[in-house]
């Protein structure tokens, strides 16, 4: 059973304008939390993460919010950029044990 | 800087064939891991290792095999190719204890 959910398969975007993108967990172990990009033939590549002792972490556009009662994280991209547009995974781990549980990902689509 | 180094980047298989995955990385890491990735299901960890001779299962480990005799090297086996290993296979490696991993851009692997 997958313990990291994505349960959006796609997302299409207007240029400009906010991506959401959310993910959903169900082991209360995990302490650490991680989005991963990936564009076709390439491998994922590490976007953003964030601990379970805070609840928002930002990076220039990119900005990871986490809602650990709900077990909830979300990223949001703000203006979204037609470059954006790529397979997004969420993961999460318990800090220190190296091991990372990856969701089903999330294809963006941000149209001109 | 090449990082994380997979070869080859494509292969076709016949069912029963056996063949080697190739991972290098040159960024002295302790932690080396093996994912599958397959449509609706994410990034999925076959095998993992801590270090020079020390590797353990993940997730889907049947029908694989791992070694690690070298900090630098995570070759992945398949003992006797099936259908069902129709994937593309990423490579990933990180610091002990690290909150990110790097991956490789992958191996797309198709049984017959």
């Known amino acids: 059973d997958q313990q990291v959910k994505q349960n959006s398969p796609s997302l299409s975007v207007q240029e400009g304008r906010i991506s959401i993108l959310n993910c959903d967990y169900t082991?209360?172990?995990?302490?650490?939390f991680l989005w991963y990009k990936k564009y076709p033939a390439e491998g994922p590549t590490f976007l953003i993460s964030?601990?379970?002792?805070?609840d928002k972490n930002e990076d220039g556009r990119f900005t990871v919010f986490l809602n650990k009662s709900a077990k909830h994280l979300s990223l949001h991209i703000v203006p979204s950029q037609p470059g954006d547009s790529a397979v997004y995974f969420c993961?999460?781990?318990?800090?220190?044990?190296?091991?990372?549980?990856f969701g089903s990902g999330t294809k963006l689509n941000v149209k001109p | 800087n090449a990082g994380v180094t997979q070869t080859p980047k494509f292969q076709v298989l016949k069912t029963g064939q056996s063949m080697t995955l190739q991972c290098a990385q040159d960024?002295?890491?302790?932690?080396m891991s093996w994912y599958r990735q397959d449509p609706g299901m994410g990034l999925r960890l076959i095998h993992y290792?801590?270090?020079?001779?020390?590797?353990d299962q993940g997730e889907v480990p049947n029908g694989y095999n791992v070694s690690r005799s070298t900090t630098e090297d995570f070759p992945l086996r398949l003992l006797s190719a099936a259908p069902s290993q129709t994937s593309v296979y990423f490579c990933?490696?990180?610091?002990?204890?690290?909150?990110?991993?790097?991956f490789g851009q992958g191996t797309r692997l198709t049984v017959v």
């Open positions: 964030i601990s379970s002792i805070k």
């Open positions: 290792s801590v270090g020079a001779g020390i590797t």
């Open positions: 082991n209360s172990m995990f302490d650490y």
């Open positions: 993961a999460a781990s318990v800090i220190g044990f190296n091991k990372f549980y």
């Open positions: 990933a490696s990180s610091e002990q204890g690290a909150t990110e991993a790097f």
């Open positions: 960024m002295n890491h302790e932690y």
